[in-house]
């Protein structure tokens, strides 16, 4: 039979499941009947937005709604964002110490240090701040978790919408053995901030240590059951407790024994999906249950006099336990309307580099990771039967990755793996030297927008109402598409031939990219093979702004001003969707 010949409903469903490229190629057929059922379905256009976009909708909050009304919802929010219009700016009042010792964004809260004394910066509490105004139009006010006897934390992680969990990592000093001190995780529910009822251990004993090993560095990171942390203890004398920690928050157990990480400095850590986590010192992904290296996925070879450090990972939001999981319970605590895909989510990904003789201080680079593109790679290592492996950066790097030019922006150093959700990275850019039609040296808002729809959408729109400059100039943003980066020379077929050794190609500064012509870059032993094919629409505000530092939520940005040493002086939620 004939697909064309079947009934119009029927059509229509089989349409349903296309990707939003799939249906311009089929109206761009000009087959009558095949484009007036597409043109006909308010249905199957407002699903294919969706996937343009990135997107799912909160049935909590849309279903009153009809097919149009949030076509038309959705529509207004990506104008929004692409052309940076703002839709409220509320200041964030303080009635307490905000300390940047300990920070988060985590969908629709800001999650911030509470430190007693200010002069020590050590947070025994966070504290959580709605993003998204309430049918008033006012912010909420500031929540509290703490942990029981108001223990110091040195790191929290939070998922609210999914999980209603909010984990904190404590130090203190041992009510059970005197003179040692205590790590333990206690586990809240983000709504009640009272024990989480799902924890048969509310209180979970990770262990005991000796003052002298000082405290450690925490990255920590949760999806389903499964609440993973990576642990690095500078002062220490010996690595015993250095690496992956692995436990079932529901049980209070650990999946596994602690699997070591050899590091020189703090280590990151985030899920590529709920059962492969992704850890320095070289990127190695790592199987959970029990964990198991896999691969190692080789960053740019650097110079012999450079070492990598500090390690930093981000994915906002998180892939979900189940994909079968319902969409209405599991986004029944979010107040977006509209939230990313946690299968196109972006991984960042920030580390710094160093001269071995320490002389200059350290750099630091940032660049964002196409989770989808990297996991077919990585199940296609696991079909050889034969892993751990090392991947060379040529064969992973540029389809999957794309560096960017932290010396643009500022504010990222404090804070580089908090600017990202979805797709969409967030940061302050000063002046205009890069943009053509920007004017002034004042501090700027920008926003890079890696999803596929949407650079689409701004080349269309660009060619429609530009003015041939190569950028659309409104009343609120300047926005451009920054196009793939071109190789040095034609890049060859790979089909993943694994080696130690990159191959050797040396070229001229003049003859190089002018992205490896970046200082950062000179960390590189050969600059020119650090080139991304992924492209990304830029949108850069007109008006200036005083912010320090910006980080990003699901339909917000938070907007900071520093004070002294680490304390926060003021902040604004701008929210756009």
């Known amino acids: 039979m004939d ?11 089989c349409l349903s ?63 929004n964002w692409m052309f940076l ?22 969908g ?40 029981e006897g108001r223990r ?64 450690p560095s925490v990255t920590v990171d949760v999806t389903g059951r499964v609440l993973a942390f990576a642990l690095f203890y500078r002062q220490a004398e010996q690595s015993v407790f250095d690496g992956l920690y692995v436990y079932d928050w529901h049980t209070g157990l650990r999946v596994c024994e602690p699997k070591y990480i050899a590091a020189w400095s703090p280590v990151g850590l985030s899920f590529l999906t709920p059962t492969l986590t992704l850890t320095p010192p070289t990127d190695n992904a790592v199987s959970l249950s029990p964990p198991e290296h896999i691969a190692s996925l080789l960053l740019p070879r650097l110079r012999a006099d450079i070492r990598a450090t500090s390690f930093q990972f981000r994915a906002l939001p998180n892939p979900p336990a ?35 003789g320490g002389e200059a201080p350290p750099t630091l680079h940032l660049f964002v990771l196409r989770r989808a593109a990297l996991l077919p790679l990585l199940a296609r290592i696991l079909s050889t039967r034969s892993f751990p492996r090392e991947v060379p950066w040529r064969v992973w790097g540029p389809q999957t990755t794309r560096f960017v030019d932290v010396e643009a922006d500022g504010g990222m150093g404090m804070h580089p793996c908090t600017t990202l959700a979805g797709e969409r990275l967030v940061s302050v850019c000063g002046g205009g030297a890069d943009f053509p039609g920007l004017v002034g040296t004042a501090p700027r808002l920008r926003v890079r927008n890696f999803g596929e729809g949407a650079v689409r959408t701004a080349r269309r729109r660009i060619t429609q109402l530009g003015t041939g400059s190569g ?18 020379s034609p890049a060859e077929e790979d089909t993943i031939t694994l080696a130690h050794e990159l191959p050797s190609s040396p070229v001229s500064p ?33 008006a200036s702004c005083t912010y320090d530092a910006v980080e990003i939520g699901f339909e917000s940005v938070v907007g900071v001003e520093f004070g002294a040493s680490l304390a926060v002086r003021s902040a604004e939620v701008v929210r756009f969707g």
């Open 510 to 542: 003049a003859s190089a990219p002018a992205s490896s012509r970046r200082p950062s870059f000179l960390a590189f032993e050969n600059a020119a093979e650090v080139y991304s094919t992924l492209p990304y629409v830029e949108s850069i505000s007109r």
């Open 85 to 106: 219009k703002r839709t409220s700016v509320h200041a964030a009042a303080f009635d307490f110490h905000a300390t940047r010792s300990i920070y988060w964004v985590s």
């Open 17 to 79: 499941h296309l990707r939003y490229r799939d249906l311009e190629a089929c109206l761009q057929t000009y087959h009558h009947a095949l484009c007036d059922i597409i043109l006909a379905s308010p249905l199957l256009l407002y699903r294919a937005e969706l996937d343009r976009a990135g997107v799912e909708e909160n049935p909590r909050l849309l279903t009153h709604l009809s097919i149009e009304e949030r076509r038309a919802a959705l529509r207004e929010r990506e104008e």
């Open 322 to 356: 189940s994909a079968s999981a319902n969409t209405s319970e599991r986004l029944a605590r979010s107040h977006s309307r509209f939230l990313p895909l946690a299968s196109r989510a972006l991984l960042q990904c920030a580390f710094e580099t160093e001269n071995g």
């Open 3 to 13: 697909l064309l010949s079947l009934p119009p409903e029927l059509l229509v469903e």
């Open 152 to 215: 110091r934390v040195i790191d929290f992680v939070a998922a609210p919408e999914e999980l209603d969990l909010v984990g904190l990592i404590t130090y203190s000093a041992s009510t059970e053995q005197p003179g040692m001190d205590s790590l333990d995780v206690h586990l809240l529910s983000f709504s009640t901030l009272q024990p989480h009822p799902r924890a048969a251990i509310p209180v979970v004993h990770i262990h005991m240590l000796s003052p002298h090993d000082g405290v």
């Open 108 to 147: 629709d809260y800001w999650i911030i240090g509470d430190a007693p004394d200010p002069a020590l910066t050590r947070s025994n509490a966070v504290k959580m701040l709605r993003t998204a105004p309430g049918a008033d139009g006012a912010m909420g006010s500031w929540r509290t978790a703490s942990a």
């Open 471 to 488: 950028y659309l100039e409104t009343e609120t943003a300047y926005v451009r598409v920054v196009e793939a980066e071109e190789p040095l």
